[in-house]
């Protein structure tokens, strides 16, 4: 089965630092890029960070200076590791990759979204 499997959320105090963890497993050939992006409640899905072969890393603007996104492609894990965080990164973080790989025994396109994973920053 292929599938994104994330790690790292939970609770911390503004100006306090978490690390995500994605690993992308199942027959995958090969990947284009990988990403994360957030959604706080009542709010729509955003993207926080990315890095792939064609665009390179980009970063939203709210995140720019204290999230650092890094990638181990022979892992097929992406990381984003969050310093100086705010009451407003409070959301649930989900992880994204796009690549080919084996479902079902065909060769396709593969777009893929993790569970997602919390995280909190009480002020």
């Known amino acids: 089965q292929v599938q994104l499997v994330e790690s790292g959320g939970g609770l911390v105090q503004a100006g306090g630092s978490l690390r995500l963890t994605c690993v992308a497993s199942?027959?995958?050939?090969?990947?284009?890029?990988m990403g994360w992006y957030r959604q706080a409640p009542g709010k729509q899905r955003e993207l926080v960070a990315s890095?792939?072969?064609?665009?390179?890393?980009n970063y939203a603007d709210s995140v720019k200076g204290r999230f650092t996104i890094s990638a181990d492609n022979d892992k097929k894990m992406v990381l984003l590791q969050m310093n100086s965080l705010k009451p407003e990164d409070t959301a649930v973080y989900y992880c994204?990759?796009?690549?080919?790989?084996?479902?079902?025994?065909?060769?396709?396109?593969?777009?893929?979204w993790g569970q997602g994973t919390l995280v909190t920053v009480s002020s």
């Open positions: 890095i792939s072969n064609g665009a390179g890393i």
């Open positions: 994204h990759a796009d690549g080919n790989g084996y479902v079902g025994g065909d060769y396709r396109y593969l777009e893929l």
């Open positions: 199942g027959n995958i050939f090969s990947l284009n890029g």
